[in-house]
């Protein structure tokens, strides 16, 4: 099963990288705490043991950088990653790179990110950082979700090493943790008058739903193998008697955000990436969703699949 390197926070990624490279290189990799970095996660200083090759390891000052996103299926060829403007996130990084060129501070480059990484998009971005820096493109290292999977089935330990867990699939989720997250959301959309009962919506298949939302096959499906088996869970929360103040909130939640998507879905090119703006939204606006971004996905999910959020086929027939 794929991780879901998106639920981790910033910080949690850039461990699971530092675990990464002290297998890839050796325990003498240092990590650097939270805060300005100055385009550095992790640094280590010798012979690699085993990187890029064990034949032909990394020698002298190895910088390695961790780059997460929250956001399903994004690239690095997105133009706010490795875009040519200059606050893309690569134009941001080679400006650091540079300057730690120029005080002898790095003679190797390794990039990492829980994008997906095509060879041609990896292959074009270590070409400009070696054009632009000034350092041979056989120093420089970029790689996505596509070399995080294949690490973590050579080097099993790395989730335990950087004090991460692999979820649980199902998820028997605590209700008291549930509500709590479906209070954060209406708190943090503003939506705290409760409704009266919502209107029952006919359920229609996911398939039926993404093609009247312009939400892509490849996206969906990973919700779904993510989260379908939470849906079971809150479905079942909501619906518990005691739970009726709960599921108010939830229905204010929704009717909020729904009037959102409709007044900006012209916004956005997809529903892949609304949805990815919509929990983006909430982990910005509130300190428990930040911090149970998966129940927090979970939960959007649930919206979407059960036609509280988004268009319903019948409507876009009328």
């Known amino acids: 099963m794929r991780y879901p390197f998106h639920d981790l926070d910033d910080s949690k990624f850039e461990r699971l990288v530092v675990a990464l490279m002290r ?67 690569i134009s941001v990084e080679i400006e650091r790179v540079k300057a730690l060129v120029k005080s002898g501070e790095l003679d190797n480059y390794l990039l990492i990110t829980n994008r997906r990484a095509g060879a041609i998009a990896a292959t074009d971005i270590r070409d400009r950082i070696a054009r632009e820096v000034g350092i041979p493109t056989e120093r420089i290292f970029v790689a996505g979700i596509e070399f995080l999977d294949s690490m973590l089935e050579k080097f099993p330990g790395l989730v335990r090493q950087a004090h991460l867990e692999m979820p649980d699939v199902p998820l028997n989720v605590p209700s008291q943790d549930l509500a709590e997250i479906i209070l954060a959301v209406s708190k943090a959309l503003g939506a705290d008058d409760l409704l009266t009962d919502a209107p029952v919506v006919d359920r229609v298949s996911l398939a039926q739903k993404d093609a009247a939302n312009g939400m892509s096959s490849e996206f969906s499906s990973q919700l779904a193998r993510n989260y379908l088996d939470l849906t079971i869970e809150i479905q079942r929360f909501l619906a518990a008697p005691g739970n009726v103040d709960v599921l108010r909130r939830y229905e204010a939640a929704v009717e909020d955000f729904q009037l959102k998507i409709i007044a900006h879905r012209s916004d956005f090119e997809s529903f892949d990436r609304l949805f990815n703006y919509l929990v983006g939204l909430l982990f910005s606006r509130d300190t428990v969703l930040g911090r149970e971004r998966r129940l927090t996905r979970a939960l959007v999910f649930y919206m979407y699949w059960n036609c509280d959020i988004g268009r319903v086929p019948d409507a876009i027939a009328e």
């Not at 297998?23 to 085993?50: H, I, M, Q, W």
């Not at 190895?62 to 997105?78: C, P, R």
């Open 23 to 89: 297998e890839l290189f050796g325990l003498a990799v240092e990590e650097f705490s939270p805060g300005p970095d100055g385009g550095r996660d992790a640094r280590f200083t010798g012979t690699a043991e085993r990187f890029p090759s064990a034949a032909s390891p990394w020698v002298g000052c190895t910088i390695g950088q961790a780059k997460h996103t929250s956001g399903f299926n994004t690239h690095i060829s997105d133009s706010d990653f490795s875009g040519a403007g200059e606050t893309s996130l």
